[in-house]
């Protein structure tokens, strides 16, 4: 635990957790306009979390003090939370019984002075359906294997600043 404590205070440990969730924004954006998948209302949610990973990432990256860390650590935390239960609701969407249930908006709800999928439609618009799972590896839906990403985003944040607490009683 005390390596994982020193290396948590390291650029590197959050050049790591940038280059990790800048690559799955790239790939989204490559299945979307690579491939011709359209993403949902959900799709573009459970972005804005890993956005929010990445923002969390350069925080620390940009000032890498124990208050911006404390930040870091927080919006990490909480983007990855909150993108597991966006995949949790998306996979609930996907396996309802009734094919008739779409339990999403047909556009993202975006705060007023933030209207994402105005200003940056290739990024933030959601043309798609939620319903949709045409695309599919070893048999789970992209929203399954973002649910096991964000798990796994949440399960390392809770294992550093457990390490980090650890590491503080020593002192």
């Known amino acids: 635990m005390n390596r994982i404590s020193l290396w948590s205070t390291k ?6 957790l940038f280059s990790l969730s800048l690559s799955l924004e790239i790939a ?8 011709g998948f359209e993403p949902c209302v959900m799709c573009i949610y459970q972005r804005n979390a890993l956005w929010g990973i990445v923002l969390a990432s350069t925080v620390v990256l940009i000032s890498n003090t ?10 990490w935390l909480l983007s990855s939370v909150w993108g597991a239960l966006l ?5 609930d969407i996907l396996t309802a019984s009734n094919p008739f249930y779409i339990a999403c908006d047909a556009m993202p709800n975006f705060p007023a002075f933030l209207p994402l999928h105005q ?16 695309w599919q590896l ?21 294992i550093v600043v457990v390490s980090r607490l650890m590491d503080a009683r020593k002192l």
């Open 11 to 16: 650029r590197s440990a959050w050049l790591l």
């Open 28 to 35: 989204a954006l490559v299945f979307q306009h690579g491939f």
């Open 66 to 75: 124990p208050w911006t860390r404390l930040f870091g650590y927080g919006l």
């Open 87 to 91: 995949s949790w609701e998306h996979i």
């Open 119 to 134: 200003w940056l439609p290739s990024m933030f618009a959601a043309p798609g359906l939620c319903n949709d799972d045409s």
């Open 138 to 158: 070893l048999g789970l839906t992209m929203p399954h294997w973002l649910l096991g990403i964000f798990s796994l985003f949440a399960l390392t944040c809770v």
